[in-house]
């Protein structure tokens, strides 16, 4: 069973940054489709980044142009670096992934089949 753990959550103040990794057990994982997704306290599941087997990455409307996604297919580690930090960002982080290769194939959370356990990110103003 593939494990997925995160690390790098923590508290910071507005416009300051974080970098998230999620540390895959299994290489095997690389060439998949892997995605971050976040849950603020109360509210819903939310798909803010997506990477595919092939690098191919997409952003959500909410994160474009602040936070990138990228992969580390050397260390089985995936990244999120978050930058200009708001406060509606604080969520719990969770990184999956999907048990195929494109992420077009995945557009809802039901579709990753591991998951980290979560890395909290709160922001203060």
């Known amino acids: 069973q593939v494990r997925l753990v995160e690390s790098g959550g923590g508290s910071v103040q507005a416009e300051e940054s974080l970098s998230l990794s999620c540390a895959v057990s299994e290489d095997s994982y690389n060439g998949n489709c892997m995605a971050w997704f976040r849950q603020p306290p109360g509210k819903e599941r939310e798909g803010i980044a997506r990477?595919?087997?092939?690098?191919?990455?997409t952003d959500a409307l909410s994160v474009k142009g602040r936070f990138t996604i990228s992969k580390d297919t050397a260390k089985n580690t995936l990244y999120l670096q978050m930058n200009a930090l708001k406060p509606e960002d604080t969520a719990m982080y969770y990184c999956a992934a999907a048990g195929f290769r494109s992420c077009r194939y995945a557009p809802f959370p039901s579709d990753f089949a591991h998951w980290g356990q979560g890395t909290q990110v709160t922001v203060s103003l």
């Open positions: 990477i595919d087997g092939d690098g191919t990455t």
